[in-house]
């Protein structure tokens, strides 16, 4: 088990970070260049929303990242943790992008392309803050 944790402003500056962290980890863990390509995007799109949704762009506020890599049972599973200081929103009130009147929007698009990815496992929300909690497997 091997864990990873990553603090950043709200900030869209601060994804050339996280993709520089997650490059690091995933040459670490081991992880193909297929799945680096796939982590990248989800864990992007999951920033994007904590700084755009949760944080409502207050660049005085941060987005804690935290990264799992589990071996059991000869599987691998990498357990990702987004967590936002804002009031967040409630990812299964999300309209489908592919619905015809939506599919002209310019967003509402990250949660759908998430889910393509990764297993969304829970959000949580308090008075802190919200937090999605994902689950990859990598290869």
Known sequence: MAAYNLLLSSSYDECRK?????????????????FLQELVFVA?????????HGNAGDSEKNVC?????????FSRTL???VSDCG?????????????????MKSSGRGIFLIRAYAEILDQHCS???CRLSLRMRPY
């Open 18 to 34: 996280l993709q520089d962290f997650l490059e690091v980890m995933s040459e670490r863990e081991g992880f193909s260049g297929g």
């Open 87 to 103: 009031s967040g929103f409630a990812i299964h009130d999300i309209d489908d992008p592919r619905d015809p009147d939506l599919v």
């Open 79 to 81: 357990l990702i943790d």
């Open 65 to 73: 990242l935290s990264f799992e890599s589990l071996y059991k049972d």
């Open 44 to 52: 992007k799109e999951a920033f994007v929303n904590a700084v755009r």
């Open 127 to 129: 008075e802190k803050g």
